[in-house]
């Protein structure tokens, strides 16, 4: 039988450790080609290294549209095309309530864990359309009950699954063209 993911490219943010590698390990293992993107060069570096030809590796602060977009490039000069962006990289600190969350802490959440959303989608989201691909957000059910020691946290994986919904939107008006 076909791997699943065969002749597929995809981009992975925060892939070089915990959840980002093993979803990287499990689109290895079913044919496909990763870029492993992730702030930490030198991890994403030694899990490219571990999952051998079919990764490659690529600083990329989700945070920063120009790293994104470099990331983005990269991962089509490398292997051609892109046929799914999944945007694993997040931060879940501070720990706190929301009068207690500086507006740093919550400025720095909102950028990792929403604003990187819109940079891969803005950067990539062309190509997708190309490939018919498709777009992948790791997101949290504290998104939707909420946490009272996890405010900014849990605004922003709200905010990913509501982003997440409009996306999909334009990802199957696409699909019907």
Known sequence: MKPLLEDKVVLITGA???????????CVRDGARVMIADVNAAQAEETAHDLG????????????????????RE??????????????????SPSLPLEETTEKQWDLLMAVNVK????????????????????????????????????????????MIALTKSVAWIMRRSASV
């Not at 070089?16 to 499990?26: D, F, Y």
């Open 16 to 26: 070089a450790s915990g959840i980002g590698r093993e979803c990287a390990l499990a």
């Open 53 to 72: 030809e079919q990764a490659a590796a690529c600083f990329c602060d989700v945070a920063d549209g120009a790293t994104v977009e470099c990331v983005v």
């Open 75 to 92: 991962t089509l000069t490398r292997f051609g095309r892109l046929d799914a962006v999944h945007n694993n990289a997040g931060i879940a």
């Open 116 to 159: 990187s959303i819109y940079w891969t989608t803005r950067f990539a989201l062309a190509h997708l359309k190309q490939s018919r691909g498709c777009i992948l957000n790791t997101a949290s059910m504290a998104g939707v009950i909420g946490q009272s020691m996890h405010a900014a946290y849990t605004a922003t994986k709200g905010a």
